[in-house]
């Protein structure tokens, strides 16, 4: 009798659940070797750790070499100074952002690429103290060097600087600069994150030192806001002297700038084009100083070319050509006659003007800015501002 003999192939299911098993091994594999705790990430960690480790070795033993021999060659880093005002312009410090943390007097701030006797180039950030000894790695990102001016494109030409740099120390605001009102106490002045004028009686004067020539061009940026109706934010100004009507002045009011250069009146033969001008005035919807944030605001006066060119947060807005007579006719060139932020003499008899400004930064250079330098001042500058009001706001 022919008997027949059962299959004992694999059959279908058995071949699924196989596969299904060696996926579920291989992705653990995967995970294993690439995941968030995988071994390859892992072994780069590693590596990274033991590059670390070694850099502040080399970054030590200089250190020691410094100490033992007192050779300068064996010196690293450069040397940072507290923000303080007795340090007027010198300052020079580290901030991170992850900690809020400021490195100044004390400590020398090492670069990547910097290079280490025996080691080669750096390839992380550090901040050392040779009076402790202490070796920090600071973040790639988030830390940031600042020091008096760095946040400017353009430094030379300056007459006035009041910046978030070295706002906090009138004294470095540039010569022939002086605040009045200020009263210790008084709510207004510097608050670590913008300097405040009341609307009452404080104001800052700015007489141009002789040897500075403002014959060709000024350019003015004003940055912060204000709750007045009507703030001037630059005029040529002596206090009690009625011939105020024959002076510059530039006024923010109702989401729009307004300036004279001359008092000539409306019915002057002065003209540009074929309207009679006392006034000009930037009239565009460009946003508001009473805003949160406040705004950004360039004016460049080119003497030579009788140019006026407008900028709204570093943008190019509108430029004028002005009559040449009418642009000189309020005694902007008259360097006896000082240029005032905040005060503005004015109306049908003598009255005083202030107005209620909070400065994040207000510049004033005898030349004017090109496009590309007026959109740098204001991107750097409003970085440093949006950095004081962070730490201020975790503090």
Not at 15 to 22: D, G, Q
Not at 157 to 177: R, Y
Not at 221 to 245: H, M, P, W
Not at 308 to 332: A, P, Q, R, Y
Request: aromatic share 10%; proline share 1%.
């Amino acid at each position: 009798m022919i008997t027949k003999e059962k299959n004992r192939g694999i059959t279908l299911i058995s071949l699924i659940v196989t596969i299904i098993i060696l996926l579920i091994l291989a992705s653990v594999s995967i995970a294993m070797l690439t995941g968030e705790n995988g071994i390859i990430i892992q072994a780069n960690k590693a590596k990274e750790q033991t590059i670390i480790s070694t850099e502040k070795e080399a970054i030590q033993l200089m250190m020691i070499n410094k100490e033992v021999t007192g050779e300068e060659k064996y010196k690293i880093g450069e040397e940072l100074i507290d923000k303080e005002l007795a340090n007027g312009d010198r300052w020079k410090i580290v901030y991170v952002d992850s900690t809020k943390t400021i490195y100044g007097t004390g400590w020398n701030y090492v670069e990547e690429g910097i290079d280490l006797e025996n080691y080669g180039e750096t390839k992380y950030k550090w901040v050392i103290n040779y009076n402790t000894g202490e070796v920090v790695q600071l973040p790639k990102e988030g830390t940031s060097k600042f020091q008096y001016g760095d946040n400017l494109a353009v430094k030379d030409g300056l007459i006035l600087n009041a910046d978030p740099i070295n706002m906090s120390d009138e004294n470095s605001w540039g010569d022939g600069v002086t605040v009045y009102g200020i009263e210790e106490d008084d709510g207004y002045g510097w608050n670590n994150t913008e300097f405040k004028l009341d609307g009452i009686d404080d104001y800052i004067e700015v007489y141009p030192q002789e040897n500075i020539n403002i014959e060709n061009g000024l350019t003015f940026e004003f940055y912060g806001k204000t709750d007045s109706i009507s703030a001037s934010l630059l005029a040529k100004t002596l206090k009690n002297d009625n011939n105020y009507v024959n002076r510059f002045r530039t006024i923010w009011e109702n989401d729009g700038l307004s300036y004279c250069m001359s008092g000539l009146d409306s019915g002057s033969d002065l003209s540009i084009g074929d309207n009679k001008m006392h006034w000009i005035r930037f009239d565009k919807n460009i946003g508001n100083l009473d805003e949160n944030d406040g705004g950004y605001l360039t004016l460049t006066i080119d003497f030579n070319n009788c140019t006026v060119k407008f900028f709204w947060n570093g943008k190019f807005i509108i430029s004028t050509i002005c009559n040449h007579d009418w642009m000189l006719g309020g005694e902007i060139t008259n360097s006896s006659i000082p240029f005032t932020i905040g005060l503005m003499i004015g109306g049908d008899v003598y009255t005083e003007q202030y107005g209620k400004l909070d400065i994040y930064a207000c510049r004033l250079y005898n030349k004017i800015l090109t496009d590309e330098e007026v959109k740098n001042n204001c991107e750097m500058t409003v970085n440093y501002h949006n950095m004081l009001v962070n730490q201020k706001i975790n503090n």
